[in-house]
């Protein structure tokens, strides 16, 4: 059964506490993504990742952390840095050809402050 | 730059009754178009994708778009709306130009939340 898996569904953190989402996939994809999601901002971008060990910032990365040590997984860190970490968290993996392009997403996790 | 406006946030329907959801775009190159739709609590799932090959797309659960250059738009349509179509459709732009360019991130539209009357 091919596709994203993120986890967990819910999350909470407390004050001053670093929380990790967990993003998996098994569509042999070389690129990930990162998104955030505000009720009425659509999607932006955090963080994504082409290839193994490396990274880039998107539109909104302060406060966030990713690693990509093995092409199935793509871990995002919300650290105490972010101040309204509140929001619906989206991953992505997609085919590096351009002539595809297209990003499958995974179910996504929601995070809020206790 | 690319960017996408979505110009309804919210449209209201009937079922059975034709469905229109606005999306104008900017490019400075032929861009890579996309509808996205979402219900609540869920993944983004690709409803269809513009990549040049026909103006007018057609994607899964009887939606379609067309591609307008002139008026730089991709409105998305459906002839008759079911109570299932209830959800946040986004209008995304690829930054990535159709001949090669640039890695490939998206733009998103801010949404358009559908309902659906019985």
């Known amino acids: 059964d091919g596709g994203i898996t993120q986890s967990p569904k819910y999350l909470f953190r407390k004050e001053g506490q670093n929380v990790t989402l967990s993003c998996e996939q098994n569509l042999n994809h070389d690129a990930m993504y990162w998104y955030r999601q505000d009720p009425g901002q659509g999607l932006r971008l955090i963080y994504y990742s082409q290839i193994v060990n490396d990274f880039q910032k998107g539109d909104i990365a302060e406060g966030y952390s990713v690693s990509r040590e093995k092409k199935e997984s793509f871990p995002l860190t919300v650290t105490s840095a972010q101040k309204n970490p509140t929001a619906f968290y989206l991953c992505a993996s997609a085919t590096i050809n351009l002539a595809k392009n297209i990003q499958y997403f995974g179910a996504g996790t929601r995070l809020s402050v206790l | 730059a690319q960017s996408v406006t979505q110009l309804d946030s919210h449209v209201s329907v009937s079922e059975g009754t034709p469905v229109l959801l606005r999306c104008n775009y900017s490019?400075?190159?032929?861009?890579?178009l996309f509808w996205y739709v979402q219900h609540p609590n869920k993944g983004l799932q690709l409803l269809l994708k513009?990549?040049?090959?026909?103006?007018l797309v057609k994607g899964i659960n009887g939606f379609e778009a067309e591609f307008k250059k002139s008026e730089t738009s991709f409105h998305l349509t459906k002839p008759s709306a079911h109570m299932s179509d209830a959800a946040e459709y986004f209008c995304?732009?690829?930054?990535?130009?159709?001949?090669?360019?640039?890695?490939?991130?998206?733009?998103f539209g801010k949404g358009t939340k559908l309902s659906v009357k019985p």
């Open positions: 995304v732009v690829s930054d990535a130009a159709l001949d090669g360019g640039s890695q490939g991130n998206l733009i």
């Open positions: 490019s400075s190159y032929s861009p890579s």
């Open positions: 513009y990549t040049s090959a026909a103006t």
